[in-house]
């Protein structure tokens, strides 16, 4: 990273996670924005070193409204994991600029947004529900996790619809060393807590997140992904799911959850207290299919604090089955 980009990062950060629609008056510009942070250890059973933390676990958000539809967003994660017996002191691993760009707003249902951008493929990367502690592993052994590129996007919401529509670049200096990176859409439906979405991604694996995060993709110049996601959020239930087809050595995967939050019950509210029941299936992964069923607990208290737990069983078609615990303490706030 070089020093002007980083200084860029710090300016923003400092002075700029949601993207908000801008009012064309000088009463509506406002800097808000939100941290994250946790512990997370797990057990992984039947491993020769079953132990795993990820510690620290940080993100940062803000967004600077600036007026007349202009605003600054910037998010960056640094997550550092202990497995295998040994810490991951990489910081370029183990750091990421997640967001990075200035969007227009003209109307609700017209924006676009240039830099370093999400990419919205998938449950998650779109900002959708997830329960487990970690990214859904239908989800993750697929497609990059918090994909972003550098790029432009023009999105935008009318009525129950809502859509996207971007393109990516890979800079380098000389300037013809750049190249296109893809193209991803995102498109689809809300109401009365439900939503349902179609998106889909189609570039090369030699640059940007698909190169750098080594899915299987070996063999591949161009990928493909198509994603089909629900969720319904109301009532007390979080119930959400995805399906997943890439072009990828004809990987496929499905995955579904479904919660809900008992502290509606007791009247609490400044709880949230979610015992939820997960299923992924994924198909073909480097010749291997997996069936994984999770059940835990997601729970949100008062100042911020989180307390997740769960417990995984896979059963890997070219070994036995295996199960893992995972535990996690956070808090979120905002400012």
Not at 4 to 14: A, C, G, P, Q, Y
Not at 30 to 36: A, E, F, W
Request: one cysteine or more; hydrophobic letters at 40%; proline letters at 4%.
């Amino acid at each position: 990273m070089n020093k002007t980009f980083l200084h860029l990062e710090i300016v923003l950060l400092l002075a700029v996670p949601t993207a908000a629609v801008a009012q064309d008056s000088i009463s509506e510009k406002s800097i808000t924005g939100n941290v994250m942070t946790e512990v997370n250890f797990g057990h992984r059973h039947g491993q020769e070193k079953p132990t795993v933390i990820d510690f620290p676990h940080i993100v940062a958000g803000a967004t600077w409204q600036m007026g007349h539809g202009w605003s600054a967003v910037a998010e960056v994660e640094y997550e550092r994991f202990y497995s295998d017996g040994s810490w991951g002191n990489n910081f370029r691993d183990n750091y990421a600029t997640n967001k990075l760009y200035v969007n227009k707003a003209w109307s609700d249902a017209l924006n676009v947004k240039m830099g370093i951008v999400d990419i919205p493929v998938g449950t998650t990367n779109s900002g959708g529900p997830a329960l487990t502690i970690y990214d859904p592993s239908s989800e993750s052994a697929l497609l990059p996790m918090t994909w972003h590129d550098g790029g432009v996007a023009v999105w935008g919401q009318t009525g129950m619809f809502h859509y996207e529509v971007g393109a990516y670049v890979y800079g380098a200096a000389p300037l013809k060393d750049s190249r296109m990176v893809g193209t991803a859409a995102r498109v689809g439906l809300t109401t009365g807590g439900f939503d349902v979405s179609l998106s889909g991604y189609y570039g090369t694996t030699k640059v940007g997140m698909e190169h750098r995060q080594g899915l299987d993709i070996e063999g591949q110049k161009h990928v493909g992904h198509v994603a089909l996601d629900f969720a319904y959020l109301a009532n007390g239930w979080t119930i959400d799911g995805q399906a997943i087809a890439s072009s990828g050595n004809g990987n496929r995967a499905v995955g579904v959850e479904a919660g809900y939050d008992v502290a509606t019950l007791m009247r609490l509210p400044d709880f949230s207290i979610i015992p939820f029941a997960r299923y992924d299936g994924v198909y073909h992964v480097a010749d291997v299919s997996c069936n994984k069923y999770t059940i835990g607990l997601n729970t949100t208290l008062p100042l911020g604090f989180t307390f997740k737990a769960e417990a995984s069983r896979q059963n890997p078609t070219d070994t036995r089955h295996s199960t893992s615990f995972d535990i996690s303490i956070g808090w979120q706030g905002e400012f």
